[in-house]
C-alpha cells in the first residue's frame, strides 16, 4: 500500500505531478463538493477543512506578532529546549541548499525560520516568516499547519497547498508532543522546492523529532516545575470555569472566562466595543469592558493579553479547542468523549452563546454522518443529547425493529413529539 502521507513516491515525475495536482486544486476551488482520486485523501480532506473556515487561497499570512512579544513567547515556550537539537541536526546543513528549517508552537505560530538566506528572502514574500500564524484554519492546507490539525507527519507538495501564494513551494513536517503528557507543543518543517516532498526528507523529520523529544524528557524530568503545556481554560459543562496552569487551578468568574474563550475564539484580537457586544448586546460599554480586562489580567498575567485591539499572548489551550480539533480530523469518538456539556451553560452572552451553538451542531452532525449506534446511543443517553430528535432518529434506524430497544426509543421519540 502506498504511504498517503508522502507527497512524491519513488519514480514519480515532480513537474507532471505538479501539474496534475494545480489542476485539480482549480478544479476543487470551482467545485469544492467533487472527488478526485488524483489528489491524496490527506490533502482533499485539509482542502474541505481550509474551505469549511473560510480560508482565502489567494492571501498571504498577515497575521505577524510583533517583536517584543515574539521573544519573550519564544524565550520561555518548551520549544525552545529542542531548538540546539534542531539546529544540530537540520539548520547547520541548510546553508546554501535553498531549505528554510521552521519551529512552530502549537497553535501553527512560526516562532523559529532559519536556514539558506536566499530562500529566507524569498519566504519574508509570502510572510513565512518568525511570529506569523501558519495554522491550517488560517492558511489552509501547508505541512506544519496540517501536521498539528492531524496530528500525524505530512508532505505538502506545490499546488496541494490550499493558498496560491504558496504554491511555489513544498514542505515535510512532524508533530512534537511533551514526552510526558502526550500533549502537542508544536511542529518542525522544513521548507523549500520539490526535492522537499520525496520519502526521505520525511524520515530526516520524524528522526529530528524523535531525538528532540528524547531531548525534551530529559530536560523536563531535570525540571519537572517546567509547565509545558501553558494555560489550559476549562468551560466545558461546568457551572464554574477554571483556568489551569501547570498543577495549579484557579476558578475563574463567568465573565473571565467569556472573555478568555472569546479572544481564544478571535485570535486576530477585539476591540473594546466589539467585546462589549460580544458579551452583553444591551448593557455593557466599553469603559465595564476595559476595568474587567484589568481585573482579568491579574488573575491570568499582564504577559498574557495584550490591547489595542484586546488579545491573546502566547497558547491558551481549551476544552472547546479539544473538541474542534478532533472533529476536524473526523475522529468523533475522542470529540465525544472530550464533549462533556455545554459551553459555559450558565452564560448569556450572545459570542458564547453562539460558540456553544455552533459546537453543539458541529457535534450533532459528525455523529448523523458516521451513523455509529454506539456513539448515538452514548450521545442520546447524555444531559446534552437526550432531547436530540435528529440523533434518536438515526440510532432508531440502526436497530432491529423487532427489538426491545427499539420499541423504547420509539417510544423516547414520541415523548419529544415526533
Not at 104 to 132: I, P, Y
Not at 162 to 182: E, I, M, Y
Not at 305 to 331: H, I, M, N, W
Not at 381 to 403: F, I, K, N, Q
Amino acid at each position: 500500500m502506498t504511504n498517503p502521507w508522502v507527497a512524491v513516491r519513488p519514480g514519480e515525475d515532480p513537474t507532471a505531478l505538479a501539474r496534475t495536482v494545480s489542476r485539480a486544486h482549480e478544479t476543487f476551488l470551482e467545485r469544492p463538493t467533487g472527488t478526485d482520486s488524483s489528489v491524496r485523501s490527506v490533502v482533499l480532506e485539509s482542502w474541505r477543512r481550509s474551505r469549511t473556515m473560510g480560508v482565502d487561497p489567494d492571501r498571504a499570512a498577515d497575521d505577524a506578532m510583533d517583536a517584543v512579544s515574539l521573544e519573550r513567547y519564544r524565550a520561555e515556550h518548551p520549544m525552545s529546549l529542542i531548538r540546539p537539537v534542531v539546529r544540530k541536526l537540520l539548520v547547520e546543513d541548510a546553508a546554501d541548499t535553498g531549505l528554510l528549517v521552521a519551529i512552530t508552537d502549537a497553535s501553527g505560530r512560526l516562532l523559529w525560520v532559519e536556514g539558506d538566506t536566499v530562500a529566507k528572502d524569498r519566504a519574508h514574500a509570502m510572510n513565512f516568516a518568525e511570529g506569523t500564524d501558519w495554522s491550517e484554519s488560517r492558511m489552509g492546507t501547508n505541512a506544519p499547519g496540517t501536521a498539528l490539525a492531524v496530528d500525524h507527519c505530512v508532505q505538502i507538495f506545490a499546488a496541494e497547498h490550499f493558498a496560491r501564494p504558496v504554491q511555489d513551494w513544498s514542505c515535510s513536517a512532524a508533530p512534537v508532543h511533551d514526552p510526558l503528557t502526550g500533549r502537542i507543543l508544536g511542529a518542525i518543517d522544513i521548507t523549500g522546492g520539490p526535492r522537499v516532498a520525496v520519502p526521505e526528507v520525511l524520515q530526516l523529520v520524524r528522526a529530528t523529532v524523535a531525538a528532540a523529544e528524547s531531548e525534551l524528557r530529559l530536560r523536563l524530568l531535570e525540571t519537572p516545575r517546567l509547565d509545558t503545556a501553558g494555560p489550559r481554560l476549562e468551560v466545558l459543562g461546568t457551572p464554574r470555569p477554571t483556568l489551569v496552569r501547570g498543577a495549579e487551578r484557579i476558578p475563574l468568574s463567568g465573565r473571565h472566562a467569556e472573555m478568555l474563550l472569546l479572544l481564544q475564539t478571535h485570535p486576530q484580537g477585539l476591540g473594546a466595543d466589539h467585546l462589549a457586544v460580544l458579551l452583553d448586546e444591551n448593557d455593557l460599554d466599553s469603559v465595564t469592558v476595559r476595568a474587567e480586562m484589568s481585573r482579568l489580567r491579574k488573575v491570568f498575567g499582564a504577559d498574557g493579553l495584550a490591547s489595542r485591539p484586546y488579545r491573546l499572548v502566547g497558547t491558551l489551550t481549551s476544552d472547546v479547542e479539544d473538541v474542534r480539533a478532533a472533529l476536524d480530523r473526523g475522529d468523533v469518538e475522542t470529540a465525544l468523549r472530550l464533549y462533556t456539556g455545554a459551553v459555559l451553560p450558565s452564560s448569556y452572552a450572545p459570542g458564547i452563546e453562539e460558540i456553544r451553538d455552533e459546537l453543539r451542531v458541529r457535534m450533532q452532525a459528525a455523529l448523523l454522518r458516521c451513523g455509529d449506534p454506539v456513539l448515538l446511543a452514548r450521545w442520546t443517553a447524555s444531559v446534552h443529547g437526550r432531547d436530540d430528535a435528529r440523533a434518536m432518529e438515526a440510532y432508531l434506524h440502526t436497530l432491529d425493529p423487532a427489538s426491545a430497544l427499539h420499541a423504547q426509543v420509539e417510544a423516547r421519540l414520541r415523548l419529544l413529539g415526533v
